[in-house]
């Protein structure tokens, strides 16, 4: 006897939700290959700030299969927990895990809650090699994968994000994702390329002053990360002149003799672990007054009341957070906007990081993660 339509169905629909995952095989930013049952079903996110990429490919059912993720995102980035704990209140019950290489992440703790995968960022592979985590956590049937949004992410970014569609079964949302970034970057270097006699400003980009010590200068960024986007946005980074890292440091007289035509420090809320508190705290619905008085106040150092930069108000500031997610055609567009002010006078990044949130996540957007000296104001 054959079923009524209704019962085919009802059994259609049973079979789909049953049925067993498949064995998908990835290549991880360490370049490991690493055999997964995709989607998985139970995730630990080894560093919370992946949530800004998680999101983006899951959007309602974003925390769906996170089983626990680290503690950095509440923080060093609490305005976009904040924003996501009222979006989803069951996260304040998550597990929590520590950073890997300061011996705080807790693996016993990890395999209590039975995960098919951890995720975690390239910076700690040295550290769960040596220290035994990876090995471990493979004799528990744990899976570790390496992502990157931070050391080189102009090579590491897209796989990471293809890697995380797999592991959470977004394969198709991860390449509209990675379009859509691709196709925001080209507003920018598109216009770029076609320009003739295109001239570089010189860029400083201070990494995170303010946020702990003696607050001097001058903690930076080589080739990679925010000074890849510098040059991406048509400056052109001073640092990487001398600094082939990913971060490092130059020192005042060498600021001082490059003399740059713009200054930008990297900011966030980091209320909860610093120890002096002159941080730029630019982020999701940042007070724009007091970031500009924090900004305001760093440019007194020694050497950048000197700076050519500084006296013409061409100093900024840009939320951190950018360095460790793939969301850098924002600061790329908004950059250029500083950089080249005519060349981009149509160009709106406050209202494409708008129109990205509407599309991508499932949280609203709220301006401020931008911020500029008031001209004329040193």
Known sequence: MSLSPFKRIAALMLALVSAPAFSAEITDSAGRKVEIDAPAKRVIV???????VIAALKNDTTFDT????????????????????ER??????????????QGDFSLEQAISLSPDVITLNLEVEKTAKESGFEEKAAAAGIKVVYVDFRLNPDKNSENSIRNLGVIFGAEKKAEEFI???????????DKLAATKDLKRPNVFIERAPG?????????????????????????????????????GDLNPEQLLVANPEHVIVTGSNWAA???????????????????????AKLMTRTPFTELEAVKKGNAHAVWHQFYGAPYEFVPIQQFAKWFHPELFADLDPEKNFDEFHKKFLPVSYKPGYFVSLEKGSN
């Open 88 to 101: 989803f209140p069951q996260i304040a019950k998550l597990p929590k895990f520590g950073y890997l290489p």
């Open 46 to 52: 080894g560093e919370a700030r992946q949530i800004h």
């Open 179 to 189: 379009a859509y970034r691709r196709d925001q970057i080209a507003l920018v270097t």
């Open 273 to 295: 672990e610093s120890d002096i508190n002159q941080f730029v705290p630019v982020g999701r619905g940042a007070d724009m007054a007091i970031a500009r008085e924090r900004l």
């Open 211 to 247: 946020i702990s010590g003696e607050n001097t200068c001058c903690r930076t960024f080589g080739p990679v990360n925010f000074g890849a986007m510098v040059e991406q946005a048509g400056g052109h980074n001073i640092a990487a002149d001398v600094i082939k890292t990913t971060f």
């Open 66 to 85: 996170i089983v626990g993720w680290r503690d950095d995102v509440i923080t060093k980035d609490p305005d976009s927990y904040q924003a996501y704990l």
